[in-house]
């Protein structure tokens, strides 16, 4: 049976691993894509696999559009086309405005939006000649309400938020609908980095009082990139707890 593709980027931890299982389950051929973490990616194909799905493992350096261009035709040439890209890829780098380094805040835009551009650059082509695809781009809260501290992470997230509506009216003669996720506090190693004073801080703004799963996320994700989804486009869906209400 030829299946359609799913790339995720960074879906070798995290939300985006959440996110591959979930596509993979859904009966997607699954292009996980790492950066550094080829253990994980490795054994994330294994367990993809042992279930009866398809994976391929792909390094790239989703911030070098050369690297992402590589790991486009990489998916196409195993599984013959793309048919979901998922921008997840991101990283922090935090600090004040005053202090923040001009490297600090290049490499949080390099990785989360030039990444998600480059991505989507590259795969779009695909995508509007097969006349069909679904582009997903996982922001976060922080790009919706911004965060002290984050000012290069909600520049990044803000800009991603932009970067899925204007695609979207592109793309949208064709078919290809493109979404952000904006998530909010979710346990993953990223939040793990927080002090448990920045948590407490965070938790107090979420009305449902605790933190969101990558699974909860994954099932968003699921959601937006089916059928069910097709007459959805160009929005940004918060997944917070509450946290931001429009
Ligand atoms: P995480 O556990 O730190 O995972 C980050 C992922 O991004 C890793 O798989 C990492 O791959 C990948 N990555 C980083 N730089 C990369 C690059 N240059 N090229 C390719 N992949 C790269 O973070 P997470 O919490 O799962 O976050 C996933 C996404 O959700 C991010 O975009 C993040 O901003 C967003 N988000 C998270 C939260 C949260 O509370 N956790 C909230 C809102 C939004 P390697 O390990 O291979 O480098």
Known sequence: MERDCAIVTGGARGIGREIALALAEAGYAIV?????????????????????????????????FTQAASLIDQAIKAFGGIYILVNNAGITRDGLIMRMSEADYSAVIATNLNGAFNCTRHASAHMVR??????????????VMGNAGQSNYAASKGGMIGLTKAVARELAPRSITVNAIAPGL?????????SDAAREKLLAQVPLKRMGSS???AQL???????????????????????TMH
Do not use: W
């Open 186 to 194: 979710v346990e993953t190693e990223m939040t793990q980095q927080l």
């Open 215 to 217: 699974k909860e996320i």
């Open 32 to 64: 996980v894509n790492y950066a550094k973490s080829a253990e994980d990616a490795q054994r994330l194909v294994r367990d993809i696999e042992s279930k009866g799905g398809q994976a391929l493992a792909v390094q790239a350096d989703v911030s070098d």
């Open 130 to 143: 097969a006349h069909r695809g679904r582009i997903l781009n996982i922001a976060s809260v922080a790009g």
């Open 221 to 243: 994700a699921l959601f937006l990139c089916s059928d069910a989804a097709a007459y959805i486009t160009g929005q940004t869906i918060c997944i917070d707890g509450g946290m």
